[in-house]
């Protein structure tokens, strides 16, 4: 069975830094891309960051560019994302997710339960 | 303001026949296939169509997608209870080089 579980997230304060990690198993996690999506209170959801399988193709939302970074180590299994400069509008519900192939534009398959930053004084 | 336009609520009753629409632009519904995420109160998307009309293992083939030129649609037949949740249509646009999502529908069975 695919698993994502998230962790890091918590309560920041703005212009601080959060490291959010996602840890997959259940399938061949080196095969797959893998996205992260937020979802602030009460709102949609926002697409953030992707990343190719072999981690040589990345994307960013304009929201975050410059601010985030993606990376995946395939050796543990693990998707990050490096936030930083953090505000207001960055608080919501991250969600790790996997594509349904190698390069991200292959559907967003499984996601994981989520994991919440707050930025806030 | 969300790239895809979905109607912000929608609602049936017990076993009635309800469809959500979504509509995009030639970068995106035009010219990609559409995937449809169905949230439950407090938990996280799942998947419920990919590439326009197909359903992954265990959805029930109550829910259905279409898609015809710069539109999609989700239709959920047999309307159940447990089918209250929100439901969000999902493409790649290729101006984006990213996902778009539409801003979800939320549908309420009375």
């Known amino acids: 069975e695919v698993q994502l579980v998230e962790s890091g997230g918590g309560l920041v304060q703005p212009g601080g830094s959060l490291r959010l990690s996602c840890a997959a198993s259940?399938?061949?996690?080196?095969?797959?891309?893998m996205h992260w999506v937020r979802q602030a209170p009460g709102k949609g959801l926002e697409y953030v960051s992707a990343?190719?399988?072999?981690?040589?193709?990345?994307y960013y939302a304009n929201s975050v560019k410059g601010r985030f970074t993606i990376s995946r180590d395939n050796s543990k299994n693990t998707l990050y994302l490096q936030m930083g400069s953090l505000r207001a509008e960055d608080m919501a519900v991250y969600y790790c997710?996997?594509?349904?192939?190698?390069?991200?534009?292959?559907?967003?398959?499984?996601w994981g339960k989520g994991t919440t930053v707050t930025v806030s004084s | 303001q969300s790239v895809l336009t979905q109607p912000p609520s929608a609602s049936g009753t017990p076993g009635q026949r309800v469809t959500i629409s979504c509509s995009g632009s030639?970068?995106?519904?035009?010219?990609?296939?559409v995937n449809w995420y169905q949230q439950l109160p407090g938990t996280a998307p799942k998947l419920l169509i990919y590439?326009?009309?197909q359903r992954p293992s265990g959805v029930p083939d109550r829910f259905s997608g279409s898609k015809s030129g710069t539109s999609a649609s989700l239709a959920i037949s047999g309307l159940q209870s447990e089918d209250e949740a929100d439901y969000y249509c999902?493409?790649?646009?290729?101006?984006?080089?990213?996902?778009?999502f539409g801003g979800g529908t939320k549908l309420t069975v009375l």
């Open positions: 997710a996997t594509g349904s192939g190698s390069y991200y534009y292959y559907y967003i398959d499984v």
């Open positions: 259940g399938f061949t996690f080196s095969s797959y891309a």
């Open positions: 990343i190719s399988s072999n981690g040589g193709n990345i």
């Open positions: 030639s970068a995106n519904i035009g010219r990609n296939t």
């Open positions: 590439s326009n009309n």
């Open positions: 999902a493409a790649w646009d290729d101006s984006l080089n990213g996902w778009v």
